[in-house]
């Protein structure tokens, strides 16, 4: 007998799909097909008449094809509650990034989220080709405080090499400006990779609402982009704890002062859940070669330092988990108080995990780390 085993599945960070498994004992082996609409069968398995009756009542008939979106699809290990840690202590050469190291770094990070034998097969797990897919970089602090442009060259390239045409590949953040003093080359057109600020893109008229936070969503997200890849920096925020992952989507809105408030919770949370940036999220690649443990978003020496790693991971809540432990245990090696004792504790983590957000996984004990060291 033939069952159709009903899974709920992530695709590289994305929102949970539908999926069908066939498993048919003449072929011996599984046929995997991702289902574009839903529809609402709630137990695992299911025998193929009540599958057939469902389709049926959903109006398919012998019209499979005019209703569902049908194509082959791998169903690797989830990566939910996973952070990739990548650190090379010879990273730098004096403050001078080693781009060839960094390129080395990215490519066993990826490998190890994904857990495939070589870079270009994660990647190919993240990104489809023809697709256009948003690099979102944090270039409020400028030069020397913002995600760096050798990393962000380097996800570019690999993006090419999975697939997407240069074109199809857009560097955006909150302002042109920004971007300029961060030391990136606004491109609106060409063949090369495109590069500007919501300023520039313009806001989507509609307003998304999610709990406590109503706002515009740019363009760049609501119209041009397929899917984002999130790119931080691992830094302290004055007000709302630590700006990583989930914080630098502030950078997708129109007003994003009005969410600092209450340490950003729910705010950040909320903002997150906004359906152009939870459903296109396919990755986060936090930028740890720089970092900030007191006085940020802005550059300030004093509390500047270099850590020399990257974290990677689908699930943005567990890596800002992981990112402000690291924070923390930066600032107690610099003996300053706690990001609670400075009443600026991040709790809009957890709030991103519970039952209402379910971003991602913030509880320390189900997040599993992976360490890569080079």
């Known amino acids: 007998m033939q069952v159709f085993r009903l899974q709920m599945l992530r695709f590289a960070g994305q929102e949970p799909e539908a999926m069908f498994v066939l498993i048919s004992p003449r072929a011996g082996v599984n046929l ?12 695992a398995m299911i025998q193929r008449r009540d599958f057939l009756r469902k389709t049926v009542k959903a109006g398919l008939g012998a019209g499979l ?7 082959p699809v791998e169903a690797g290990p989830s990566r939910r509650g996973v952070v990739v840690k990548a650190q090379d202590a010879r990273l730098r050469r004096g403050r001078s990034l080693d781009t060839d190291r960094l390129g080395d ?12 034998d070589s870079a270009d097969e994660a990647w190919k797990k993240v990104v489809r080709p023809g697709e256009v897919i948003g690099l979102k970089v944090n270039c409020i602090a400028g030069k020397g405080n913002a995600t760096t442009l050798e990393l962000v060259e380097l996800v570019a390239e690999r ?19 920004d971007l300029e003093n961060a030391g990136y080359r606004i491109r609106y057109r060409g063949n090369r ?41 691992l830094k302290d925020h004055g007000i709302v704890g630590v700006t990583l992952a989930l914080k630098n989507l502030f950078g997708a809105i129109h007003n994003p002062n009005k ?26 690649i ?4 720089i970092g900030q443990y007191e006085g940020g978003p802005s550059y300030i020496r004093r509390w500047f330092w270099y850590p020399n790693m990257l974290l990677v991971a689908t699930d943005p809540v567990a890596l800002d988990r992981i990112g402000w ?24 983590i957890f709030t991103a995990a519970d039952r209402n957000h379910r971003l991602g996984i913030a509880d320390i004990e189900r997040i599993r780390v992976l360490n890569v060291k080079m």
């Open 32 to 43: 995997q097909w991702k289902i574009g609409q839903r529809l609402g069968m709630g137990r």
């Open 65 to 71: 094809g005019s209703v569902f979106r049908w194509e």
């Open 105 to 116: 770094l990215l490519d066993a990070a990826m490998q190890q989220l994904f857990d495939v």
């Open 159 to 177: 993006l090419q090499r999975a697939g997407i045409r240069a074109k199809d590949i857009i560097i955006w953040d909150r302002l042109n400006r």
């Open 193 to 233: 990779v495109r590069c500007f600020g919501n300023d520039a893109a313009g806001y989507d008229n509609r307003l998304f609402t999610y709990g406590s936070a109503g706002s515009l969503v740019t363009r760049v997200l609501t119209e041009m982009c397929d899917g984002f890849i999130n790119l931080p920096v």
């Open 259 to 284: 969410y600092h408030i209450n340490v950003g919770d729910p705010y950040v949370a909320d903002v997150f859940m906004f359906p152009p940036i939870r459903k296109k999220h396919r990755l986060t």
């Open 286 to 289: 936090c930028d740890g070669t």
């Open 325 to 348: 432990d690291l924070i923390e245990e930066k600032r107690k090696q610099e003996k300053l108080p706690s990001l609670k004792e400075d009443e600026r504790e991040p709790r809009y």
